[in-house]
């Protein structure tokens, strides 16, 4: 079982990180003459965008679960806080949902499904392999499979951030076996300017016309977050 580090070993180890990167910046600004070049300017900060999206399963270089499917997709999101952080993230309650009897049944349904979220509908979460089925609503790697998510609910609400966390459980290969493949993840930016994180497609497209549909069409179309990218690979093998 992995175990997520606490906050507090976090701190601790970026405020040690950052005395010995501050002496190290230091000395070398002594000993090395002042220059045009770029080699000893600041890195450049993260973008600052109003949601962030952490995903903690599955995790890079991971081979995760049998005959393609049994394998979770668990992230956090993170809007901006306030009285009315759950209405910007378009938030419509929690769910325990899932396929067939499963689907949108109290006590907290969701309904369940490719494409757009009904609890988290600016979320976007792309599979590289997803296959192509009409018939069950997968379209290829474009599709948004946001909907298949099983539990959501609160994780934190505060002045500072509304934190919502998402989970699914694989249970089926629609993403293939045997295969490496990408989970793409983000937010999409409030579109139609309404105050709401609510405009995710069922299918993304290919808008820059490379052939693929992944983050760079994601960001073609304007996200709120960063993208977030998993490559990882799904275990082929039966579970016993």
Do not use: C
Request: glycine letters at 12%; hydrophobic letters at 40%; charged letters at 25%.
């Amino acid at each position: 079982m992995r175990n997520k580090l606490s906050k507090r070993t976090l701190f601790t180890a970026a405020a040690t990180a950052g005395v010995i990167a501050a002496a190290t910046a230091v000395a070398s600004a002594v000993a090395a003459p002042e220059s045009g070049s770029e080699s000893g300017s600041v890195a450049r900060p993260k973008d600052d965008r109003p949601v962030e999206v952490e995903v903690f399963a599955p995790a890079g270089g991971d081979v995760a679960g049998a005959e393609g499917k049994g394998w979770f997709v668990d992230l956090e999101v993170s809007y901006p806080g306030g009285p009315d952080g759950l209405r910007r993230a378009g938030f419509s309650g929690a769910q325990l949902t899932g396929p067939a009897g499963h689907n949108n049944v109290p006590p907290l349904p969701g309904t369940f499904s490719p494409g757009q979220d009904d609890r988290l509908p600016g979320l976007v979460v792309l599979g590289s392999t997803t296959i192509d089925d009409p018939d069950r609503k997968f379209a290829g790697p474009g599709t948004n499979l946001a909907d298949l998510f099983n539990v959501t609910g609160i994780s934190d609400r505060t002045a500072d951030a509304t934190r919502l966390w998402d989970t699914w459980i694989v249970g089926d290969s629609i993403m293939g076996k045997d295969v490496d493949t990408v989970l793409t993840v983000a937010v999409v930016d409030d579109l139609d300017h309404n105050g709401v994180y609510d405009d995710a497609p069922d299918v993304v497209k290919d808008l820059n016309g490379d052939g693929r549909v992944d983050g760079k069409d994601l960001k073609a179309l304007g996200v709120a977050s960063d993208v977030e990218k998993v490559h990882f690979r799904l275990n082929g093998a039966p579970a016993a």
